[in-house]
């Protein structure tokens, strides 16, 4: 194996620059003159506007221009669009209404902005901001779901009716029925996927800048994908062909998810810039974060689970409400659809399932994809009912999982929800988790704690996801309306270090080192020699960026085939420069060989004659650097299994996770320090959702948790040191087989802490987040039962 | 505008300041130290975490004027003057500490001042005094295992 090479645990590169403080984030750049925007944003949930007036902050020290949603219709721009069109069950297109940077007509959420300022420094900005004055008409808010869908209710969009964006389903209705008609148990449960706030630490932040000499723009931004922001900048929002416009996504702190979209505020910016021939600057207070980027979540589903005698599961059906918010966000629309229902057979061989989801409009922030995006509603709603099914069964958790998980041999499996699952074992994931939580030894642990006071619970989940999004054809047949290819760049050079440019985009993935690792291990170069160079349009060719867990399934795939190509072309070389046939040549551990023979030519030396071509084939051009792009075949499927203990002290209700073991098959393990990485800050989220978080609305729209005063993040605190492992199949379909790690922690955990809460408290289920209140009560009702 | 002297990262800085600029607008605007980030508005963070007079402040928390005479260190003047990383900062590193960075100055300037107090400090002591710093990313995990490495390998 090369040192460094796919497997080993190399430290990051990345960490010399974020641990002295060298990282260079948006809000850490300044250009020569810029200027400072401060937005105008709503006050009301729903409001018509009935006028913006001006004139004060203009007046005010220090103000360059204060632009308004008529300014933006005046230059026919700024119209952000959605990315994923869905049909209805009658085949009607959802309903698009449009969203405006600024909004002319009516606000439609509480921060929905209004105007921009735009000011010599921040404060000026802030002050004058606060002098414009917008004449307001407050309408009917229109918070929850049951409240958005009730006959009268008022109208986010007129011509969305009652709300709706489009009333969807998939899979065989009748035969889901039937299947529910022959069984000897069903089981029912309604539950609420809380709506998440995901609050990346660094908040969103943006520059534009115009060139008035070549009339190029440049956008510096917080973002996971800058060649989509560009892509869409270009066709959509600014409408300036792409050779005029660059976007640079330098370090950018956490993502989640929230940082793929195309933000109102981004966009201001830059068309701010090229208004008045400046720079202009804007970084989002955290108060801004929650009431402007993209919430997650928030379904209520009611859903029902038909089991035979023996407990086996016949059939899954489901009606799912979920909540767009006051506008579509770019992949709000495949959330709940394709990254959701398509999952509902879970890792199990359920053989019938319908799910019905409706999406509705509110007077609240939109709801776009957060970690996990759809995946960790469907384990969920599956894993809850599994639990409930085997509480009412009488069976045992695990025996009726056991039961009924998809056989190892039984791959590729083809579920009746339109996935294939390529490979997996998901007895050797349950297998390893539970000897590594000594599952056998709880009742043990239960009682001592219980001799303390504690109540104890242990929560079992076992799960699958997609991910490594996706097949360009597939996604475009299911609505998607761009490719999800990725692209990759290699660069040899002469005297042998490389440089890799990707598409993909690392906002704490640690691609700076896993992506030096695929060269060192085909390559034999030490990572040091390596350098990957990602997050600006004008560097990288044109690729789709970071989320959906695809960044090294598909734009890792996109750089091995690079270097395919390279090793190839050495070899041609390498021929030519030991006189021997090509066929003849191997390349192994960084070195050219003659089959049969002890000739050999290092790289580097092949490198070297690719540059200085004195000795040379005749047909091959000199330099070594190539091109590929991947479009993967299928998407990645990891699983696994979770299980977590708690203690809750019945006289507080407060929950305190005691262990939490995550056992996933994540494919290929590149770097096992990254990996585990990824899973415990994934576990961590999937934790907070189930105890601590969730997003809260009074009944006047106004968001009661906007602050980190009034939101519970998760602390250190709040949670436990992880045990986490790996099993291992090979994804089939791509040369490294791997799968994708970064949403598994976030979609495999809720289920097993709300398990565990269950478990302990002996009740059949509890709404997430469980707070100290709601187990609190739950104790007590169960106590009166 | 009020004239403020201070030593800033082990050299004399003087700035004038608004009444009502924050140390960390001090730091990050006026005088581009910009490892020290700002997540939030409330103080509940720890992103902006640096040490005044060798315990660690919350910078956003802490207005320019009052730093006046008063000696500041940023996560930028921790490495030793050859670069070398402090045992807390090497120790993030060994130990898979951070992941996007964002957080990352002010969990160190934070742990620091912790493992200098308390150079034995339990697993559960480092949870509660990590409480002022949130990170995204980590779950905390590989956190808490740099802080104790740092604390067994005699902090600073």
């Known amino acids: 194996m090369a040192q460094g090479g796919i497997g080993s645990s190399v430290k990051r590169k990345e960490d010399a620059r974020f641990l002295t403080g060298r990282g260079t984030y948006v809000d850490d750049i300044v250009r020569p003159g810029q200027t400072h925007a401060v937005f105008v944003r709503s006050p009301h949930a729903h409001a018509k506007i009935k006028a913006v007036k001006t004139a004060e902050a203009l007046k005010a020290p220090g103000v360059v221009a204060v632009l308004t949603g008529a300014d933006l219709a005046a230059d026919k721009v700024g119209n952000l669009p959605a990315g994923w069109l869905i049909h209805s069950k009658d085949g009607t297109p959802m309903v698009e209404p449009g969203h405006m940077a600024l909004v002319a007509d009516k606000v439609r959420h509480v921060g929905d902005q209004v105007a921009v300022v735009v000011a010599e420094t921040k404060d000026q900005a802030r002050e004058a901001a606060a002098l414009v004055e917008v004449d307001y008409e407050p309408l009917p808010a229109m918070v929850g779901l049951a409240q958005a869908i009730a006959p009268g209710a008022a109208l986010v969009h007129d011509q969305a009716k009652a709300n709706t964006c489009y009333d969807w389903h998939l899979g065989d209705k009748a035969a889901t029925d039937a299947a529910f008609a022959k069984a000897h148990k069903v089981v029912t449960l309604d539950l609420v996927n809380n709506r998440l706030i995901p609050n990346a630490i660094e908040p969103r932040a943006a520059i534009g800048e115009f060139d008035r000499v070549t009339g190029d723009l440049t956008l510096y931004t917080t973002s996971q994908n800058p060649h989509l922001i560009r892509l869409l900048l270009s066709a959509f929002t600014m409408g300036v062909p792409e050779h005029k416009l660059r976007v640079v996504a330098p370090d950018v702190g956490g993502g989640f998810g929230s940082k793929i979209f195309h933000y109102a505020e981004e966009f201001v910016t830059l068309w701010a810039a090229r208004r008045i021939g400046r720079p202009v600057k804007w970084t989002a207070t955290r108060s801004e974060a929650f009431m402007s980027d993209a919430h997650g979540r928030d379904h209520v589903t009611h859903c029902e689970l038909a089991l035979d005698k023996e407990g086996r599961f016949l059939g899954l059906r489901e009606r799912t409400l979920a909540n767009m918010g006051a506008y579509l966000s770019q992949f709000a629309p495949s959330v709940p659809t394709y990254l959701h229902a398509t999952l509902l057979a879970g890792c199990y061989t359920t053989p019938a399932i319908y799910s019905e989801v409706r999406a509705v409009f509110t007077n609240t922030v939109p709801v776009d994809a957060y970690r996990g995006a759809g995946r960790p509603e469907a384990t969920y709603l599956i894993e809850r009912l599994v639990d409930v099914a085997a509480r009412e069964m009488g069976m045992d958790r695990v025996d009726i999982r056991r039961k009924n998980l998809i056989p190892k041999d039984k791959f590729p499996y083809q579920t009746p929800v339109a996935l294939q699952y390529d490979s997996g074992d998901y007895q050797a994931t349950l297998d390893a988790a539970l000897k590594k939580a000594d599952w056998a030894g709880f009742e043990k642990r239960r009682a001592e704690a219980k001799a303390r006071g504690k109540l104890r619970g242990i929560g079992i989940s076992t799960y699958v996801e997609a991910c490594g999004i996706a097949p360009s054809a597939v996604v475009g047949a299911l609505g998607g309306r761009v490719g999800l290819w990725e692209s990759a760049h290699v660069r040899v050079h002469p005297t042998g270090s490389i440089t890799i440019f990707t598409g993909a985009h690392s906002h704490g993935q640690s691609h700076e080192t896993t992506f030096a690792q695929l060269a060192a291990e085909k390559l034999g170069v030490s990572t040091d020699q390596v350098e990957v160079v990602h997050g600006d349009t004008a560097k990288s060719a044109f690729a789709m960026g970071t989320y959906g867990s695809r960044s090294l399934a598909v734009g890792g795939t996109a750089i091995v085939n690079a270097i395919d190509k390279i090793i190839a072309k050495g070899k041609k070389i390498a021929a030519h420069l030991l006189e021997a046939s090509e066929g003849d040549v191997d390349f192994k551990d960084g070195k050219f060989t003659v089959r049969g023979t002890d000739r050999a030519k290092a790289f580097g030396e092949v490198v070297l004659a690719a540059y200085i071509p004195h000795k040379y084939p005749a047909n091959l051009e000199p330099g070594l650097e190539e091109s590929a792009v991947y479009d993967p075949k299928n998407f990645t499927f990891p699983a696994g299994c979770h299980i977590c203990e708690v203690e809750i002290d019945p006289d507080t209700g407060v929950t305190q996770v005691i262990a939490f073991t995550a056992v996933d098959d994540v494919g290929t393990v590149i770097n096992p320090m990254v990996v585990e990485g990824q899973v415990h800050g994934g576990v961590a989220q999937g934790i907070g959702q189930a105890l601590l978080e969730g997003a809260q609305y009074d009944d006047q729209g106004q968001l009661l948790s906007g602050s980190f005063l009034g939101y519970t993040m998760p602390r250190a605190g709040d949670l436990p040191s992880y045990q986490v492992g790996t099993e291992v199949t090979a994804c089939t379909h791509n040369p490294l087989g791997v799968k994708g790690v970064g949403e598994v922690g976030a979609i495999g955990s809720p289920p097993a802490v709300i398990g565990a809460v269950c478990d302990a408290i002996g009740v059949r289920h509890i709404e997430m987040p469980a707070t100290p209140e709601r187990v609190w009560r739950a104790i007590r009702d169960a106590k009166k039962a | ?156």
Not at chain 2, 4 to 32: D, Y
Not at chain 2, 55 to 82: F, H, N, W, Y
Not at chain 2, 125 to 153: D, F, M, P, S
């Open chain 2, 1 to 156: 505008m009020p004239s403020i002297s201070l030593r800033v990262n082990g050299k004399s800085v003087r700035a004038e300041v608004e009444g009502r600029t924050l140390l960390v607008e001090l730091l990050r605007e006026k005088l581009a130290l910009t490892g020290t980030h700002v997540g939030c508005d409330t103080s509940q963070c720890g992103a902006c975490t640096v040490h005044v007079d060798g315990r660690s402040v919350k910078s956003c928390t802490m207005l320019a004027v009052e730093a006046d005479g008063r000696e500041v260190t940023t996560i930028e003047g921790l490495a030793g003057a050859d670069g070398k990383l402090s045992p807390v900062q090497a120790a993030f590193a060994e130990h898979h500490g951070l992941q996007c960075g964002f957080c990352t100055p002010g969990m160190v300037m934070s742990a620091t001042d912790l493992v200098r107090r308390n150079p034995g400090a339990t697993e559960a002591q480092i949870r509660e005094w990590l409480e002022g710093n949130l990170c995204r990313c980590t779950g905390y995990h590989n956190i808490v295992k740099a802080v104790k490495a740092a604390a067994q390998a005699g902090g600073k």
